[in-house]
C-alpha cells in the first residue's frame, strides 16, 4: 500500500563529507559503542581517536574500525581541536564525569544509556549545558536504531492510530553472568535496573505520547534469581501518568531463558484512540527468528509489516547536523534528559520486594 511505502520512505543517507565532522571514542565497557561508532560513520562521521584503559577492548575495537587512531591517553583527544564530539560506553557512573570535561573541552558528548546513576549527576550536566552550550545526546538505543520502532514513530505522527493514550513496554534481556563483568553486578555502578534498562522504556513512553513530562506513580525492584549477587536486580517495574493523562506501564528483567533464540523477547504496545500497534523487536517467538516484526490495526485494516532493514536510521545524521548547526532535531536535551530523570527517580523510590 502507498501509505506503507511513504512512512517507510528513502534510507538515510550520509549528511557530510569526510572530514567534516571529526569524534572519538573513549570508555569501551559496554558494546553499545560498536553501533553507536558504525551509525556516526555511516552518516558520514569521522572516526580519529579512540582510549581505554584496556589493551584488549582496544584490540577488539580495531577489529571492527581498523583505521582509528590510539590515543595515549583521553586527555590526548580532549585537547585535539579537530575533534567535534566524543562517544562513550563507559561504565555507567563514569559517564557524567566524562561528559562534564568533554563540555568543558568545548565538545560535544553522546553517550550508551543510561547516562546517569543518580539524580545528583544530572543536575550537574544540566548546569554544564546552561554553562557551555554544548550537547550532552543519549543512545537509546531501541528506539533510535531499529526499523519497527521508528516506523510506529511516523504512523503516529501520521494519525493512522489517533491520539496515544498508553505506551505498555516489556524489556526482558538474558544475563548469561559468565561474560557479564564484575561493575556488572554492582548497584552503584550501574543505578540499578529501572534505571537502566527501564530508561529505554520511558524514553519510548514520552516520544510515542508526546510527553515532555510524568509522574513517578508507583516502582518495584526485586531479585528473584540471581541471589549470588547481592545488591543486584533482576526484574523491575514501574507505572508513570503523563502530563497529558496518557499512562505507561514498563516491566524490565534479566530472566529470558537460555532456549529463547534472542537475547530477550523485547515487545512495546502502542494504544491510540483510533488503533494500537505491536512492536515485536527482537524476535517473533517460535515464528519469525528476524526481529523487527511490527502489528498494527487501525480504521482501515489489520496489517503485520516486516520492516529489518527496511526503514534505516535517521538518527545518526539528525545528530551530526545538529551538532554542526547547534539545532535539536535528532532529540532535544530536555527529553534526553528527562527520560532519564524520571527512570532515576522510578529507581529511587521503587519498593524492594523481600521474600
Not at 169 to 180: I, K, Q, V, W
Not at 282 to 294: C, F, H, P, T, Y
Amino acid at each position: 500500500m502507498s501509505w506503507i511505502n511513504d512512512l517507510i520512505g528513502e534510507k538515510p543517507k550520509p549528511v557530510c563529507q569526510k572530514g567534516d565532522f571529526v569524534f572519538a571514542a573513549i570508555g569501551l565497557d559496554h558494546g553499545h559503542i560498536n553501533s553507536m561508532c558504525t551509525g556516526l560513520i555511516e552518516a558520514g562521521a569521522e572516526l580519529k581517536w579512540v582510549y581505554d584503559k584496556d589493551p584488549q577492548k582496544i584490540k577488539s575495537f580495531l577489529k571492527r574500525f581498523p583505521d582509528v587512531r590510539v590515543a595515549d591517553s583521553y586527555e590526548a583527544i580532549l585537547e585535539d581541536p579537530s575533534v567535534h564530539l566524543v562517544a562513550t560506553a563507559i561504565i555507567p557512573a563514569e559517564r557524567y564525569q566524562l561528559g562534564l570535561e568533554t563540555m568543558d573541552h568545548q565538545k560535544d558528548f553522546f553517550t550508551a544509556k543510561t547516562p546517569f546513576t543518580t539524580l545528583e549527576q544530572l543536575e550537574l550536566v544540566r548546569e554544564k549545558i546552561k554553562e557551555t552550550k554544548k550537547m550532552y545526546a543519549v543512545y537509546y538505543s531501541e528506539r533510535l536504531k531499529e526499523d519497527s520502532h521508528i516506523f510506529a514513530g511516523r504512523a503516529i505522527d501520521d494519525g493512522r492510530i489517533g491520539r496515544v493514550v498508553q505506551v505498555l513496554g516489556m524489556g526482558p534481556h538474558r544475563l548469561a553472568p559468565e561474560t557479564r563483568p564484575s561493575w556488572f553486578f554492582d548497584k552503584a555502578l550501574t543505578g540499578g535496573i529501572l534505571c537502566d534498562i527501564g530508561s529505554h522504556q520511558i524514553d519510548q513512553f514520552l516520544y510515542y505520547t508526546k510527553n515532555q513530562d510524568a509522574k513517578v506513580q508507583a516502582s518495584k525492584v526485586a531479585n528473584y534469581h540471581y541471589q549470588k549477587y547481592k545488591g543486584f536486580e533482576d526484574f523491575g517495574d514501574t507505572t508513570l501518568i503523563g502530563d497529558n493523562g496518557a499512562t505507561h506501564y514498563c516491566r524490565v528483567d534479566w530472566l529470558s531463558p537460555s532456549g529463547l533464540r534472542a537475547g530477550g523477547d523485547t515487545r512495546t504496545f502502542i494504544l491510540g484512540t483510533k488503533g494500537y500497534i505491536e512492536i515485536r523487536r527482537s524476535i517473533d517467538v517460535a515464528r519469525e527468528k528476524v526481529g523487527n516484526q511490527l502489528y498494527m490495526v487501525d480504521q482501515t485494516g489489520e496489517y503485520h509489516l516486516s520492516l529489518k532493514g527496511k526503514v534505516g536510521t535517521p538518527y545518526f545524521g539528525q545528530l551530526i547536523l545538529d551538532c554542526l548547526n547547534r539545532t535539536e532535531h535528532a532529540m532535544s536535551q530536555e527529553h534526553a534528559l528527562k527520560a532519564s530523570e524520571l527512570s532515576l527517580i522510578a529507581q529511587k523510590q521503587a519498593v524492594k520486594i523481600e521474600y
